[in-house]
């Protein structure tokens, strides 16, 4: 039986969220062997360090390179991380009844990132951004003690932030019952009809209006 | 066993800087100079002071400052540049794995084979003392500072024996011996030179940081040395250490808690399963 | 030094002048601070407030070069004490034990009346010709009764004798002359003098601790005879915590010394013979003092034994009756002439010296005018350097401006072994000598200096007797036996403590040396410090009493430590140590005795502590007067031996940027000016310079410099200034500049300073600047010399250079 795909992330977006997501864990797993003393053996002679800014710089530099490319997607991003409004409320409201019992009473038709996902979007946002820009401080090294301790500082919140999240991400992608077609949004590209309908409505209605069926 | 210190005695130092070189001598501690094609290219910056700061080589250095209040005397004043050994020492704390510790006579010392050289600790010392080299681009760094003597095959505390700078200081300016006796000795010094007319003279260390193991007798207040009045942990650091890492391993800890108890509530709920 | 290093720690009081022990003695520091740890007083006097000066309790700056004007205003001030305060002081010292008493021939005048000269000048004020600059000394003489022994006025009031003469000399040297001529702040001064004359108490001590900011003047020897005369007001000398102590600047220039490292020595302080000197008998005649008091003991007056005992260690067989017991055999000085290290490079400048031998000696750095020192070396023949490194004396065609298409000098050098790397003595500035060790061999064909005068002596006695030659006999009768393979160092030092010739047992004292040529000594004041070993059994080397290393105290706990080491002459560790007990014999200081008398002892009474200097009964016994190394037996306030007259009396540096506030005698009127053209004068060169060293260098800097974890600490020679200066020159501090002198410029840091302060002398304001010594153009650490700036003159009486005091003028790069 054919089933009905729509395509939710075009090619170049789903290389960057991949380089992304992988340096990320690279860069989490190096950076947590300085904040957890269990894993601190591991990070002896700085090998963990070494690592850690070569992945840093993809981690950058992807993203970067990306805007670049693509100004249009870099403007697209920002509006969407910053587009709030009430059904983004009644989702807050309504989520962990639908996600602990599958209830959707109150959930809000959502658009191509529901309200989850835009929130974790635009931490991936603010904290890339405060991760790069004390990282390269503390790579420079030359700041002042008092300074250095605040760029520590700020990159362990922004590690606890991110990396707390990211365990959030995980979690929904691979192991939640109801999120299991966000894998193949990633993945392939293409979701199903009837997974883009239940989770994104408000989206496949713009994608669907004046074109018909999706097919 | 009881703890052990170092009693510098600045009002009897003459920095003839023995130690300094002493404690080069014996750690195996290059000079650090800029070396040109024939030989040594170094710099006098109008001072006795050399090298200017002290470095992965350099553990210890003199200081020397001219004082010389409006209508008072001159006063050239000498001063020990070295890890302090602090009880509270912030560079411990900060350490994440455990490489600078306490050791069992009280003193800081290091592991530097497991030093993963993150540089905290350079930014924690109250003294400024512990410094790195690191490779820009690497990023590769081992923290060095005083050892007292500790390092690994230079031992000398374990063969019983007092540090190298101690060693060395011929106006014994510089003692090494138990805490509580070098305490109890410095206190009848300070005594003797407020009798002497230095009414500001003091013992710095005693109880500063839950006391140091490098221990100050100074004719006057510790800021004309240079030294901090009352060195303390850095807010930063009490904070990193006491906030920021515990509210990160709850809210790591709080989130794989929730999932978890997610996905238990979540199957048993029956929560259909998307079809595709 | 009359005393030694632990002996300090017993003092009330240390005056360090023309020294400063924190920065070039710091080991010996530690003495300094112990006796601080007692309650004893500090006072350092220097033109720059210094490393010592941060230790010490009274700081008094002066100007470089007037020390005699410091220690004169002193003197008077003591002087004065003396007459209002008479308790406070030691007035039976003073009478019986120094020359105070003596009557001077009436015809003697002094300063006060001949405007800064003395009688007896054969030139006129400011003499610019060298032949009449000198003395006649017939004024300068004592009056003496019909035996020849010298009166004495027991009450000190006759207007001729020694004391009240001294009190007209320095009744001048008022406290504020002593600023205009010094710079010192009169306050600052009668510190000095109330803290140091509290010392002349009985029972209480000072010592003077000197170094070469007191001898390296046109007038050096004088300074020390001030220091002298002010001791001996406060009875300080002989006793513990007392005395006139010299810091030797290396560990064993002490022995060099009294190894005859001079010209115009022989081992032991014996005179060298001149050509005059026609017999042995001539020689004696001429060298022993006589005195007709039977209660002076003259200790001199066995200047026969020691050097006929020399002799035969020399030329053993060789040396007999017959012969003069070969003392023809020696080279004989020309009468008058100089052969200190300034004549001698002048001489090779001029083509007379055609060889050098530079045996651990760097003159290119070292020497004083060192352009011309240098330029001396182009003309030699050969010159063969003994050194641990390639010094700038090795590598004189290196230096920056050398004309090296005319230089011919063949070089050789001898890799030399340190002191750790070969077996014998040191001696230090406490007399003792202590043995060594070998501590380990010596790199590649480094040899040791015993090997290499071994290798020489044999190879030249060897080619004087198949070739024959001038003099050959000084080298072919000498008695050289210290074994086939490498020369034997005990046998050296057995040699120098000598052996009685008859039993061919080493002598256990100087006092059983013969002149009959029985017995030999290589230097009598060491004989005693290598015995038989039943006579010292219990030394590391049996009879060996320099390997001496028992850490037991002494007698009476004053640290003498008298069974570590030994000590010249015969273990006494505080010579002049009769001066420490009263004419009973009863210590003036209870608390810290050398030596006392008790009646008790033996069957009549007997010494206890130090050994005694002299032996024999307390004065009020008939003992003998207690300083028996002065012919009279009285230690002299008044000296009639020195060249430029008998008391010390203020003069100028060769170069000063004043005139002498004293008199119209500018500079010294008995030193040899050799290069009246070389002379800097204050419209050119308008500021006071001194070289000095700093702790981190050392000497000419051959083994500092070639050592990075020093150089790293003391990196770059410099030029110490004050602010003021600084100001005026517009020179920041660490920026280079230029300093320079008639006779050369150097390019070093400025190191601009507190610690330096223009003084203010009644009115007049003189900078002075200093420069360290220790750089040159070879070895890791490279720079220019600072004697390429300092004159070629000397001491009048000892010819050391006038390193301390010459005029420059700084200015920017």
Known sequence: ?215 | MAEKAILYDATKCTACRGCQVACKQWNENDEFIPTIQNGVNSTNRGSYENPIDLSPQTWLKMRFTEVEPSGGKLRWLFTRQACMHCTDAGCVRVCPNGSLYHHELGFVAYNKDTCTGCGYCIDACPFSVPRYTRNIITGFAKMDKCTFCTSQGLDRIAEGIEPACVKTCPPKALRYGNRNDLVAEAKSRVQVLKLKGYSGANLYGENELGGLHVMYILEDSPDVYGLPVDPQISGLTAAWQNVVQPVGWAAGGLMVAVLGLNWLVARRAGVNKETK | ?813
């Open chain 3, 1 to 813: 030094m009359t005393n030694h290093w632990n002996d300090i720690a017993n003092s009330d009081c240390v005056m360090a002048i023309g020294s400063n022990p924190a920065e070039n003695h710091p080991a010996a520091f530690g003495h300094i601070t112990i006796a601080q740890d007692r309650g004893a007083k500090l006072i350092s006097i220097d033109p720059r407030f210094t490393r010592t000066s941060a230790k010490a309790d009274v700081y008094a700056p002066l100007r470089s070069g007037t020390d005699i004007a410091f220690i004169n205003g002193m003197i008077k001030y003591v002087l004065d004490d003396i007459d209002n305060n008479p308790d406070n002081y030691n007035m039976t010292y003073i009478t019986e034990y120094t020359n105070a008493p003596y009557l001077v021939n009436p015809d003697y005048k002094g300063p006060a009346d001949l405007e800064g000269l003395f009688s007896g000048y054969a030139g006129v004020s400011n003499e610019a010709e060298n032949s009449k600059r000198k003395y006649n000394k017939s004024t300068w003489q004592y009056q003496k009764d019909a035996t020849g022994v010298p009166i004495r006025d027991m009450t000190l009031q006759d207007p001729n004798c020694v004391f009240q003469l001294m009190k007209k000399h320095v009744a001048r040297y008022t406290p504020e002359k002593v600023n205009a001529v010094c710079g010192t702040p009169v306050a600052t001064f009668l510190e000095v003098c109330h803290t140091f004359a509290a010392t002349g108490q009985k029972g209480k001590s000072g010592t003077i601790l000197y170094a070469m900011g007191t001898t390296q003047h046109t007038y050096g020897t004088q300074n020390i005879r001030s220091y002298c005369l002010l001791q001996l007001l406060l009875a300080n000398i002989g006793i513990a915590g007392g005395g006139i102590n010299a810091m030797r600047g290396e560990s064993n220039v002490q022995g060099s010394t009294d190894h005859c490292l001079l010209f115009h020595i022989l081992p032991g302080y014996l005179k060298v013979p001149v050509d005059a000197d026609a017999t042995l008998a001539d020689y004696l005649k001429r060298i022993t003092p006589t005195s007709s008091d039977p209660l002076s003991l003259n200790w001199w007056k066995n200047t026969n034994k020691y050097v006929v005992s020399l002799l035969k260690a020399w030329y053993g067989d060789n040396a007999t009756k017959d012969n003069d017991f070969g003392l023809h055999y020696l080279p004989k000085m020309e009468s008058g002439k100089d052969y200190s290290h300034i004549s001698l490079f002048e001489a090779m400048n001029d083509g007379i010296i055609k060889g050098l031998m530079c045996w651990g000696q760097n003159p290119a750095v070292g020497g004083p005018n060192s352009n011309q020192e240098r330029a001396a070396m182009d003309k030699l023949d050969w010159m063969v350097v003994t050194d641990l490194w390639k010094t700038e004396t090795a590598e004189f065609w290196k230096r920056p401006d050398a004309d090296t298409a005319n230089i011919n000098t063949e070089v050789f050098l001898l890799p030399a072994k340190n002191s750790w790397e070969k077996e014998g003595s040191v001696t230090n500035s406490s007399r003792w000598m202590q043995w060594r060790y070998k501590a380990s061999d010596g790199p590649g064909e480094a040899e040791d200096d015993l090997w290499m005068t071994d290798q020489l002596a044999k190879r030249l006695m060897k080619l004087y007797a198949e070739e024959g030659g001038p003099s050959a006999e000084s080298i072919t009768k000498m008695d050289w036996n210290y074994g086939a393979g490498h020369p034997d160092v005990h046998a050296v030092a057995k040699e120098i403590n000598g052996y009685d010739l008859t039993t061919g047992k080493l002598m256990n004292s100087f006092a059983n040396l013969t002149a009959d040529g029985s017995t030999s000594s290589g230097n009598w004041l060491y004989c005693n410090s290598y015995v038989e070993p039943e006579a010292e059994p219990d030394a590391p080397i049996p009879g060996n009493r320099s390997s001496r290393r028992s850490l037991e105290d002494g007698p009476f706990n004053i640290g003498l430590y008298s069974r570590w080491a030994w000590c010249w002459p015969v273990n006494r560790r505080i010579i002049y140590n009769r001066a420490a007990v009263d004419l009973d014999g009863n210590p003036w200081d209870e608390e810290h005795p050398v030596v006392k008398w008790n009646p008790a002892a033996g069957t009549s009474g007997a010494w206890q502590g130090d050994v005694i200097d002299g032996g024999g009964l307390p004065m009020n016994q008939g003992g003998h007067y207690p300083f028996i190394m002065k012919s009279d037996g009285h230690s002299s306030l008044f000296g009639a031996g020195m060249a430029e007259g008998p008391l010390p009396e203020h003069y100028e540096p060769w170069e000063t940027p004043v005139d002498n506030a004293m008199s119209n005698q500018t500079s010294n009127p008995a030193f040899k000016i050799w290069h009246p053209n070389e002379h800097g004068t204050s419209d050119k060169y308008p500021i006071v310079c001194s070289t000095y060293r700093v702790c981190e260098q050392w000497q000419g800097g051959q083994m500092t410099r070639n050592m990075p974890w020093v150089i790293e600490a003391q990196p770059e020679a410099f030029v110490e200034m004050s602010e003021e200066l600084a100001a005026e020159k517009n020179i920041a501090n660490g920026e280079k500049v230029i300093v320079e002198s008639a006779r050369g410029k150097v390019n070093v840091v400025a190191l601009v300073t507190k610690r330096y302060k223009p003084f203010q002398m009644n009115g007049k304001s003189v900078h002075q600047v200093g420069v360290v010594w220790h750089w040159g153009y070879t070895g890791l650490s490279t720079g220019d010399s600072a004697n390429l700036l300092t004159p070629h003159v000397g001491d009048a009486n000892t010819m050391i250079p006038e390193y301390k005091a010459f005029l420059v003028d700084v200015k920017k790069v």
């Open chain 1, 1 to 215: 039986m054919t089933i009905n795909k729509v395509e939710k992330y075009r090619k170049p977006i789903r290389i960057l969220h991949w380089t992304h997501a992988f340096s990320f864990v690279i860069l989490f797993l190096t950076g947590l062997v300085l904040f957890i003393p269990a894993l601190g053996f591991l990070a002896e002679d700085g090998w963990t360090r070494f690592a850690h800014r070569i992945v840093a710089v993809i981690f950058v530099v992807a993203p970067v390179i990306y805007s670049i490319l693509d100004p249009s997607a870099l403007v697209r991003g920002l509006k969407q991380a910053f587009s709030w409004d009430k059904d983004d409320l009644s989702w807050v409201k309504a989520a962990p009844r639908y996600y602990f019992t599958g209830n959707e009473k109150g959930m809000p038709p959502q658009g191509a990132m529901n309200t989850g996902q835009k929130a974790w979007w635009l931490i991936v946002i603010i904290f890339g951004v405060m991760f790069a820009i004390t990282g390269m401080m503390m790579w420079k090294g030359t700041a002042s003690a008092s300074i250095s301790q605040w760029l520590v500082l700020i990159h362990d919140i922004s590690l606890i932030v991110t990396g707390t999240m990211f365990l959030l991400h995980i979690y929904l992608v691979i192991f939640h019952p109801k999120m299991k077609g966000s894998w193949d949004a990633m993945a392939s590209g293409k979701i199903s009809v009837e997974y883009a309908k239940a989770h994104h409505g408000k989206w496949y209605n713009e994608i669907t209006k004046g074109k018909g069926k999706g097919s």
